[in-house]
């Protein structure tokens, strides 16, 4: 092809091109290790002087295939999958932190996030910052540090929904000479494209709606290549000095736009081997084949349900970004494609959290599990459940009040969705 694919071709195509007489579907390569005809092979393939499989723990086929996909997806020059999307943020963090280093986040992110850089990365020695997302650019400049490596947050923050302005972030990362990572767990790259407007790393949680279907847990990072890590030499050393481990090669010498996938690869999973399993990343490979039907019916029936929701008399609050009286609708219209970001959305029940928690035990079609983004409605108590380890001001902070609903639409019938949230509303 001679044009830059579709993102509906990307999800069906890309990733595996079979050879003649090769499957037509991605195989499973569901082997630990790869056989080589001679020792000297198996050892330029350890010091990075060949590309090959040689142990699933660094690379595999079938994830190498899937990570692929996700790259185009993304519009990046290179992709690792994780284990979990935990993993997947944990990496992309530590690949450019170390001991004694400094890193700023959006406050409003993922509960568990929220922990990990909190507690976690400070443990080892790592610290962050915390800015609201929405502050002016001078007040979130001042957060700033000579020690700092990159600034974090989410396109759509979860469960807070919350819409980060990527290239405003991105100007303020790049205007202190670090790179921009980017969440982009909820929106995917069918309604967002981060790199579009100035991020440098996406990271994904593809157990949510890349998956699609709740059955594998995994996480991906994509580069998008364009951060200059030698302009910022002496900032990031892990990148662009020589690695001991590796007899002193120096990454963004040898591998250019493709040095810090393959740092996080080489390096960072070659010790840690968050690596998922060919079958799950198998499994993701199915639920990305149609990630591009399923996100724009996401959308559509979590409109009607917003829509629903903000006129009925027992909801105290509702947050979607599709609703023109949200605060981010103008920015939501511009970042997002059509306008559209994603299946999730929260609102508060008049009466405080207790009335919220029984509206919650009272549908019969949502169900409560500690999920969200897959095909089936789905709901949850932040407070309760996902964000419990925070404190009531930790809480606030993140974006999370207390009778917060987190409401996953899934693809059913938008009718039927409707319907349970009446019958749970009548009880009430």
Not at 67 to 73: H, V, Y
Not at 352 to 372: C, E, M, N, P, Y
Request: proline letters at 6%; one cysteine or more.
């Amino acid at each position: 092809m001679t044009h830059p694919l579709h993102p509906e071709t990307i999800c069906v195509q890309a990733g595996w091109t079979p050879g003649k007489g090769e499957p037509r579907v991605l195989p499973i390569y569901q082997s630990t290790t790869f056989k080589y005809d001679t020792s000297e092979q198996m050892a330029k393939l350890f010091d990075l002087e060949e590309q090959g499989f040689f142990y699933t723990r660094l690379q595999n086929p079938t994830n190498e295939a899937v990570a692929s996909k996700i790259a185009q997806l993304e519009g990046g020059v290179a992709a690792i999958l994780t284990s979990s999307g935990q993993a997947a943020v944990l990496f992309s963090i530590i690949n450019l932190c170390e001991a004694g280093d400094h890193f700023i986040s959006t406050s409003a992110i993922y509960g568990g996030t929220f922990n990990l850089m909190s507690v976690t990365l400070k443990k080892l020695g790592i610290e962050v910052t915390f800015v609201d997302q929405d502050a002016p650019r001078e007040d979130i400049i001042k957060a700033f540090r000579p020690n700092t490596k990159l600034l974090f947050g989410e396109t759509l923050s979860n469960p807070s929904l919350n819409v980060l302005d990527i290239a405003k972030m991105a100007d303020i990362a790049h205007s202190q000479g670090v790179p921009l990572i980017v969440d982009n767990t909820f929106a995917t790259p069918i309604n967002c494209r981060p790199f579009d407007f100035g991020a440098d790393i996406v990271v994904h949680s593809t157990t949510k709606y890349m998956d699609g279907h709740a059955m594998a847990v995994g996480g991906a990072i994509v580069d998008s290549g364009r951060f200059d890590w030698e302009a910022h030499s002496s900032q990031f050393p892990g990148l662009t000095q020589p690695d001991p481990s590796y007899h002193g090669l120096a990454y963004t010498k040898k591998f250019g736009k493709m040095a810090y996938i393959t740092k996080a690869t080489a390096q960072l999973m070659r010790d840690l081997g968050a690596i998922p399993s060919p079958m799950n990343s198998f499994l993701l490979n199915i639920g990305l084949e149609t990630l591009h039907l399923r996100m724009p019916r996401h959308c559509e029936n979590a409109q009607k349900v917003a829509e629903f929701l903000e006129k009925h008399p027992d909801v105290a609050w509702i947050n979607y970004p599709g609703l023109p009286s949200n605060p981010h609708y103008e920015l939501a219209q511009k970042q997002f494609k059509n306008g559209q970001s994603c299946g999730v959305v929260t609102f508060g029940i008049k009466g405080g959290r207790d009335r919220s928690i029984k509206f919650i035990d009272s549908l019969k079609l949502a169900a409560i599990v500690t999920h969200v983004a897959d095909s089936r409605t789905c709901v949850l108590h932040p407070a309760s459940h996902t964000h419990r380890q925070l404190t009531d001001e930790q809480l606030l902070e993140a974006g999370v009040k207390p009778d917060l609903i987190r409401f996953s639409v899934g693809t059913e019938a938008a009718e039927d969705i409707i319907a349970d949230l009446q019958q749970a509303f009548a009880q009430i």
